[in-house]
């Protein structure tokens, strides 16, 4: 590793590391998105993203929030840097059901924020 590092610019390190991280952004996008029928995959996994974000945001447990984000980290930047070796689903495969479990708490609170308005102001949006 010492060698690697002693051998490449910064500026090449910095490139791996961003390329790898877009690169496992799209994948994780196409590993949330499995059951859909429709090859709408960006906006599926989107949605799902910008849930768990909101749900991630939203959630009372500060050491569960902290633990999320460490292991959300830990995975990106690992298998960014081994993304230009292989570039596989499976290295984000544990993060699915956590990006799902956060999804789920974002509609809750989506949900309850609905039930805060009057019915006729619902009924009168399209």
């Given amino acids: 590793m010492i060698a ?45 993203l910008t849930l768990s974000g909101c749900g991630l945001i939203l959630d009372q447990n500060k050491k569960r929030k902290i633990f999320t984000a460490i292991t959300f980290l830990f995975f990106f930047i690992f298998f960014s840097w081994y993304y230009a070796a292989t570039a596989a689903q499976r290295f984000l ?15 809750k609170h989506f949900l309850v924020l609905l039930s805060k308005y009057p019915k006729s102001i619902l009924s009168a949006m399209p």
């Fill in 4 to 48: 690697y590092f002693q051998d490449h610019a910064i500026k090449e390190i910095a490139q791996r590391i961003f390329t790898g991280v877009l690169g496992q952004w799209s994948l994780l996008l196409e590993s949330l998105s499995y059951f859909s029928q429709i090859p709408i995959y960006l906006v599926i996994g989107a949605c799902f």
């Fill in 93 to 107: 495969v544990p993060l699915v059901p956590l990006v799902l479990i956060y999804s789920s708490l974002g509609i």
